[in-house]
């Protein structure tokens, strides 16, 4: 009798992911599909019709049942569902209602809390033109003033109880295990206020332990940045070595008997390095094998990056616009979005997760994200010494334009990033309506928001140009 077949490999995907591709993306322009479906909850009674509200409350201390994020079926549509969709209004028409301003899909349409109050004037008039909304309101000073003209959606004040349980936490990190801040540091550890800013990126992390993951990390990549690279003894000569050693914290290395604990002891030879050890050996113990190895090639797009950008400040070359941009997709925030599903409690998983269009929504997010650093910081790095290239600087080099001029075109060139950003996460969960890559899009879209809300209300360390 002979040998049985081998049984086929069976995808582990529900079948609108294992069926999801190019073509799934290029036809759902054309398709019609219920975008508030798509994205679960129904219009919440105070909202106008066609406002999606989300209806999960993750609850503190309890990982989030994840389908409960999205309710919609990974499997072909049924006779009902093909009837009702005739009566659904366009493609165009359900992308807007994602894309509305301070309701689309960076705010209300992927938040994990229902939104307690009414929408505004403002909130109507960004619903009628998602594509050019009104200006952002004013902020009082106590929440630091947005850039004018910038897009961006408004965040609710995170939790005062978790931003002071994380901060605490985390300075007791920097402090006890890994000897992070020396005395002198130590107003400029706090005037980051790093507590705020990962509370208000990751919104529905289940504990202060899932934050630290997180936080940790950025600490760590701040250290290496400032050590390294910028103001705290940084220096472009040598910064490969440097980071390459660094490295090595996040990525071990595996040599032999004789050199291995050489290696070992290295990894407490300076700040950096500590603390990157550290927060890795936090991070693999909460997180899958895939989830690390994402994150370390993330921050090897990072250091990356660093180097492209050390590399002209040794030649003293302003690049051209398009080789900054470039540079920008390594040298970005990209690490500390990708990691939101385990800072949620949960994993998107490594095939879904290398999707062509999920890179490229990370990608733009990443992108937008660091132009809001490069123009919120803009006046704080004219005034360090030396040049320091951001895209108001290479603009107004590249393009012959003034101070002025330049930083009002990165604010467009901004504005272009986070349309496409939004467009393409979209397309994508209108594609691919599972429901783990719903809620990593939410997830990613809820730290873009939490991010600039932390630029525009960190007034310790940024003021704007008086170009208005």
């Avoid at 291995?260 to 700040?271: G, I, K, T």
């Avoid at 490069?374 to 895209?391: I, V």
Wanted: glycine letters at 6%.
């Amino acid at each position: 009798m002979s040998a049985p077949e081998p049984t086929p490999p069976q995808s582990s995907l529900p079948a609108a992911a294992s069926h999801f591709g190019a073509q799934l993306l290029a036809d759902a322009a054309a398709r019609v599909h219920d975008v508030a479906a798509v994205f679960g909850g129904t219009p919440a009674a105070s909202s106008p019709p066609g406002l999606p509200t989300a209806d999960v409350t993750p609850s503190v201390g309890a990982t989030p049942h994840v389908e409960a994020t999205a309710h919609v079926e990974a499997t072909s549509p049924s006779a009902t569902s093909v009837a009702s969709a005739a009566s659904v209004p366009p493609a165009g028409d359900a992308l807007a209602r994602v894309l509305r301003g301070p309701n689309g899909l960076g705010t209300q349409g992927l938040r994990l809390t229902p939104r307690a109050e009414p929408p505004t004037a403002a909130d109507l008039a960004a619903a009628a033109d998602p594509v050019h909304p009104a200006a952002p309101a004013e902020a009082s000073p106590a929440q630091g003033r947005p850039i004018p003209g910038l897009y961006f959606h408004p965040v609710p004040e995170p939790d005062p109880v978790r931003v002071e349980e994380l901060s605490q936490r985390i300075k007791s990190w920097a402090l006890n295990e890994v000897s992070l801040i020396p005395d002198d540091w130590e107003d400029q550890f706090d005037g980051f206020s790093v507590g705020r800013y990962m509370v208000a990126c990751h919104p529905d992390a289940p504990t202060i332990d899932h934050l630290m993951i997180a936080t940790r990390l950025m600490v760590a990549e701040n250290a290496v940045d400032d050590c390294y690279c910028e103001d705290h003894g940084g220096s472009p000569v040598g910064l490969g070595e440097r980071l390459l050693l660094a490295h090595t914290a996040l990525d071990a290395l595996h040599t032999t008997r004789e050199y291995q604990p050489q290696w070992e002891e290295s990894l407490h030879a300076d700040a950096p390095r500590r603390a990157y050890r550290s927060a890795m050996e936090y991070f693999v113990q909460s997180g899958t094998p895939s989830q690390a190895d994402r994150y370390r090639h993330d921050m090897a797009r990072l250091h990356l990056g660093y180097l492209a950008e050390a590399s002209w400040a040794q030649e003293d070359k302003v690049p051209e616009v398009w080789e900054y941009l470039a540079m920008r997709q390594f040298n970005n925030f990209r690490p500390c979005p990708t990691i939101t599903d385990i800072v949620g409690g949960y994993e998107l998983p490594a095939d879904l997760h290398a999707q062509p269009a999920m890179q490229k929504v990370i990608a733009l997010a990443g992108n937008a994200t660091t132009i809001v650093n490069d123009l919120y910081s803009y006046t704080k790095e004219l005034a360090a010494p030396g040049r320091h290239l951001n895209l108001p600087v290479v603009i107004a080099e590249r393009e012959d334009l003034s101070d002025q001029d330049a930083y009002l075109k990165s604010v467009e060139v901004h504005n272009e990033l986070m349309h496409a950003f939004e467009t393409e996460a979209a397309a994508l969960a209108a594609a691919c309506p599972v429901p783990t890559v719903l809620r990593f899009l939410r997830g990613v879209a809820a730290w873009v928001d939490g991010n600039h809300y932390w630029h525009q209300t960190n007034t310790y360390r940024y003021s704007l140009p008086d170009f208005w």
